[in-house]
């Protein structure tokens, strides 16, 4: 008991002297705080108000993250709401997606869509798998073919961490989809999985570029090499940043992604805004062929749309040149698009969303003729079924995500993909944050994600009375005008017939038959 005895003594008198330190520290710091904050020509708020006025900055840094998890409804928040996080979430660890009482997405908001239920639906035993789509079945040497329906979008190795490169890979294997590399280069992480790879061609040519930044058909064969590296996709522009190249940060670049990248260590990667070897259609068209000629694979290009004068001009312009320079796909990208940097002003007010973009290029490329040799690919904020379908009702032929498989991995949206500061590892190369991204378990939850995606997908459309996805059309879809009245999406946005004089294309279709016949030699 003596012991004890002075054990509490001991403890009580050293408890005491160690707070009245630590008030002495603190009552230290708050002087020195007011001094700074009072002298200090900066910030107007921490002058008239030392030290109080810190606070404000504080609260404002953690207000986002508290909206997110205490005030914020699950219909309210941005970019993604809760609900569709959530849904995300749960289908990435193959847990129950269902949902009780009701829906919290508001049914009666002008502009919206909703699917129009057969009522004979497609029962299970007559549903069918998604047809083989071919990529360049008109003018590739080595065509890419396909059932899948909705792929990953473009990440590029630097934007995204080692272990979140590595998952995305592996699991797109497990899914059987592709990947796209993103503007960043080929990195073996992208190889390691064993998945089908787009490889990107972005503005700064990034792993296929040489000394002076431009193209390098030596690097671009020793790409296409690969049996992985199914096609390539000349990157225009991206939703979320229109005009502007991309972003990643000095902090980011490592020694392993400048040598991917074929940069410098440590030095703000910044693409230029546009290709230097690309100012016109005719050159972008001229790209096209040339990729493919190096390469033999399919060949398109990414853009958000603007200027619909641009896809006009490109059609009328292929029917001039010949099938050997028509792209073999178009990547459409929204205007809500996303990515790991970007000035606020391209995002919030430059291009086109995709629910109006998407519709009218494939109007456009099928009033010219030329739908059978492109193909359409629709990509924006498309992380739930009921949107994804929607795009294959306005004409795509497949869908691809970011930042859907980016919730996969386990992002919980803190909005630090600017940083190296991302707490589930998956946008940092801080190795002590990147430890808790295993990409052997992501790897699992990419493929669970894509399976569910798609078999949301597929509910809607046998009840919509078809048998598979790509059936889906306008006509399975009705646009909300008011709370009392919809329009028919087919009714609005009807699918255009083929231009009478582009009805018979004898000319493309000698080039496209000898193409044909070229690659049955080979």
């Known amino acids: 008991m003596d012991f004890l005895s002075s054990l509490a003594t001991l403890t009580i008198h050293w408890g005491a002297l160690l707070f009245v330190f630590l008030l002495f520290l603190a009552l230290i710091s708050v002087v020195v705080m007011y001094w700074v904050d009072s002298h200090q020509t900066t910030h107007t708020i921490r002058r008239n108000y030392p030290v109080v006025g810190r606070f404000r ?37 193959k847990v129950d997606t269902t949902i009780a009482f009701g829906s919290t997405r508001s049914l009666e908001t002008p502009g919206d869509i909703f699917f129009l239920n057969c009522a004979f639906p497609t029962l299970d035993e007559d549903a069918a798998q998604p047809k083989e789509v071919c990529i360049g079945e008109y003018t590739a040497k080595k065509p890419y073919r ?3 329906v909705v792929n990953i979008s473009g990440m590029s190795f630097g934007a995204l961490s080692k272990p979140a490169v590595q998952a995305l890979s592996k699991g797109a294997r497990k899914a059987g989809i592709w990947m796209n590399t993103g503007e960043g280069g080929l990195s073996p992480y992208h190889l390691e999985g064993g998945c089908d790879l787009v490889f990107q061609i972005g503005t700064a040519k990034y792993g296929v570029r040489n000394l002076e930044g431009h193209l390098d058909d ?4 020793s790409l296409a090499e690969h049996e992985n590296v199914r096609m390539f996709e000349i990157k225009m522009s991206q939703g979320a940043k229109p005009g ?20 410098a260590v440590g030095q703000d990667s910044i693409s230029p805004n546009g290709h230097t070897d690309i100012k016109s259609i005719d050159d972008l068209l001229n790209m096209v062929r040339h990729v493919r000629q190096v390469t033999s694979k399919p060949v398109g290009f990414k853009m958000v749309v603007g200027d619909l004068k641009f896809f006009e001009t490109l059609c ?29 002003p391209l995002m919030d007010y430059v291009g086109m969303h995709l629910r109006e973009s998407l519709p009218t290029v494939v109007n456009i490329v099928t009033s010219y003729g030329l739908r059978r040799y492109i193909k359409i690919i629709a990509s924006g904020k498309l992380i739930v079924p009921g949107k994804a379908a929607w795009a294959l009702s306005a004409g795509a032929d497949f869908v691809v995500t970011a930042r859907g498989f980016l919730f996969s991995l386990g992002c919980i949206q803190a909005l630090q993909c600017n940083k190296n500061t991302c707490p589930t590892g998956i946008t940092t190369h801080n190795p002590e944050l990147q430890k808790g991204l295993v990409a052997a378990e992501k790897s699992e939850r990419v493929a669970n994600y894509a399976a569910e995606l798609l078999h949301g997908i597929g509910m809607i459309a046998h009840s919509c009375g078809v048998k598979e996805p790509r059936e889906l059309n306008r006509s399975h879809v009705r646009i909300i005008e008011n709370q009392s009245r919809s329009v028919l999406f087919s009714d609005v946005n009807p699918m255009p017939n083929v231009r009478s004089e582009f009805i018979n294309m004898t000319a493309l279709q000698e080039k496209s038959a000898s193409v044909a016949a070229e690659d049955r030699l080979q």
């Open 218 to 221: 030596t690097k671009l064969t």
């Open 316 to 344: 009328e312009l292929i029917h001039k040149k010949g099938i050997d320079y028509c792209p073999d796909f178009i990547t459409i990208d929204s205007s809500d698009g996303g990515t790991g940097a970007a000035p606020q």
């Open 244 to 263: 502007k190249g991309g972003m990643l940060p000095g902090a980011k670049v490592t020694e392993e992604i400048a040598h991917t990248r074929g940069i």
């Open 146 to 148: 396909t059932r899948s």
């Open 57 to 93: 900055y504080i609260f404002e840094h953690l207000g986002e993250f508290f909206r997110q998890y205490f005030f914020a409804m699950d219909r309210e928040e941005r970019p993604f709401d809760r609900a569709e996080r959530s849904w995300a979430y749960r289908a990435a660890k």
